[in-house]
């Protein structure tokens, strides 16, 4: 049964050829409302994303729509968010604009953040239509590339995860504690800590540990997060009074804790990095661009040279190469 939005787009593109507007700028302006998120809700009318995406991919302008739409803004953050969708899958749009324009197309996909995504329908589409346009096969090797090495820091992080998945959410909070004191609080003679010496940025350690608080709370029992004398006070006898009431002989569990914490911390800084400097650079920074040596290496081809500080990864080992595009 059709809903109550059904047609509205190919009726709001009828409208404006009625008023006197151009094709090309009525279809702009369907493009235009779609981004906007009409049609809005409206007494009984409440639809959702997914009927939005439903009525406008399934609309008669789609099918009119040329190269020049597509190479719009507008065109290109349309496609971007029927690519970012994965409940409406229009067949044959992905070739038809492969054909007419792919640029808007690698545009698109990389806008829609594929590379987290790697499970996208869409991806079949993209791949049946890589014969098509060499920038598209391209586009799609850097995809591929860019997704084995997020899933290797996944991987990576999720080993880590397993050496402190018996620890509590408060238990995760004195390691952090600990941690903290040592690396990130100043303490130091020259009002420094550790981090901020070593040329580090505390911001990312702090979100990094937000973020593993964050996957401690998601992840933990329901009944360990409810803290009472007694459990805080075994939590802080394992974690704490090794260090306050030293016996004979090193803390051995403790400090091995606390260095499972501290490579825990590296690979989610690792993760998060590569997420904000190389997968956020791919998808959004088009002053740059990459391109795959391999099946495991990218370069990135600065096309401002002034641009890449943006994206530069210090004191990591570089996923990618920077190479200035000759004159």
């Not at 047609?7 to 151009?22: A, I, K, N, T």
């Not at 007419?100 to 594929?114: E, I, K, N, S, T």
């Not at 329908?121 to 590339?145: F, I, N, Q, Y």
């Not at 006070?233 to 090193?250: A, D, I, M, N, V």
Request: proline share 6%.
């Amino acid at each position: 049964m059709a809903g109550p939005g059904e047609g509205y787009f190919d009726r709001l593109y009828r409208c404006l050829l009625d008023e006197g507007r151009s094709p090309i700028d009525a279809r702009q302006a369907a493009f235009d409302a779609y981004l906007d998120g009409k049609p809005q809700a409206s007494g009984k009318l409440k639809p959702t994303r997914h009927e939005r995406d439903n009525w406008f991919w399934g609309s008669e302008l789609v099918g009119a729509c040329g190269p020049e739409d597509w190479c719009t803004e507008a065109g290109t953050l349309a496609l971007a968010r029927y690519l970012s969708q994965a409940r409406v899958r229009i067949g044959g749009l992905v070739e038809r604009v492969a054909r007419m324009a792919p640029g808007a197309l690698v545009v698109a996909m990389r806008r829609a953040r594929l590379v987290l995504t790697p499970d996208s329908p869409h991806l079949r589409d993209l791949r049946s239509a890589s014969a098509l346009s060499a920038d598209l096969g391209e586009s799609l090797k850097v995809h591929d590339v860019l997704v084995a090495a997020h899933r290797e820091r996944q991987v990576e992080l999720q080993r880590c995860q397993a050496t402190l998945a018996d620890t509590t959410a408060f238990e995760l909070l004195v390691l952090a504690s600990l941690h903290a004191y040592e690396a990130l609080v100043p303490h130091r003679m020259t009002g420094q800590s550790f981090v901020e010496e070593q040329q580090g940025r505390l911001d990312v350690h702090w979100d990094a540990i937000n973020d593993l608080l964050a996957w401690k709370l998601m992840t933990a029992p329901a009944e360990s997060l409810k803290l009472d004398d007694v459990r805080m006070g075994q939590s802080l006898k394992r974690y704490l009074s090794p260090l306050l009431f030293p016996e004979r002989g090193p803390p051995r569990d403790l400090l091995d804790r606390m260095q499972a914490f501290a490579r825990l911390l590296v690979a989610q800084i690792e993760l998060n990095e590569f997420l904000s400097r190389s997968v956020d650079a791919h998808c959004f920074d088009d002053s740059v661009r990459f391109v795959s040596i391999d099946d495991r290496q990218l370069d990135l081809v600065e096309t401002d040279p002034d641009a890449k500080s943006c994206w530069r990864r210090p004191k990591t080992e570089p996923l990618l190469r920077a190479v200035p595009i000759q004159n």
